[in-house]
Nanobody, 123 residues
Framework: QLQLVESGGGLVQPGGSLRLSCAAS????????IGWFRQAPGKEREGVSC????????NYGISVKGRFTISRDNAKNTVYLQMNSLKAEDTAVYYC????????????????WGQGTQVTISS
């Protein structure tokens, strides 16, 4: 069974940084694209970033482009999301999800999800 576990969330001040990790167990990530999504209270889940199975293709949501960086280490079976210059509006539960090979812009195209990690940006 495909399992993804997110970690690295927490409380930071505006302008700070966090690095989220998405670790896989029960399968190897090297044939899966991994997407990061977030959901704030009362809002729909939105795509944040995605990386293809090889790492050759990455994409970012408009609101995080230039501040967030997605990367993967297939040897460690882990995908990372480096988040810099954090803003209050980045506050949300962050999830990672997997689908075969290439990214998709649709939440529904991702079949395996982690449990989420809370990110709170507040002074």
């Amino acid at each position: 069974q495909l399992q993804l576990v997110e970690s690295g969330g927490g409380l930071v001040q505006p302008g700070g940084s966090l690095r989220l990790s998405c670790a896989a167990s029960g399968f190897t990530l090297d044939v899966y694209a991994i997407g990061w999504f977030r959901q704030a209270p009362g809002k729909e889940r939105e795509g944040v970033s995605c990386i293809s199975y090889s790492g050759g293709i990455t994409n970012y949501g408009i609101s995080v482009k230039g501040r967030f960086t997605i990367s993967r280490d297939n040897a460690k079976n882990t995908v990372y999301l480096q988040m810099n210059s954090l803003k209050a509006e980045d506050t949300a539960v962050y999830y990672c999800a997997a689908r075969r090979y290439y990214c998709s812009g649709s939440v529904a195209d991702f079949g395996s999800w982690g449990q989420g990690t809370q990110v709170t940006i507040s002074s």
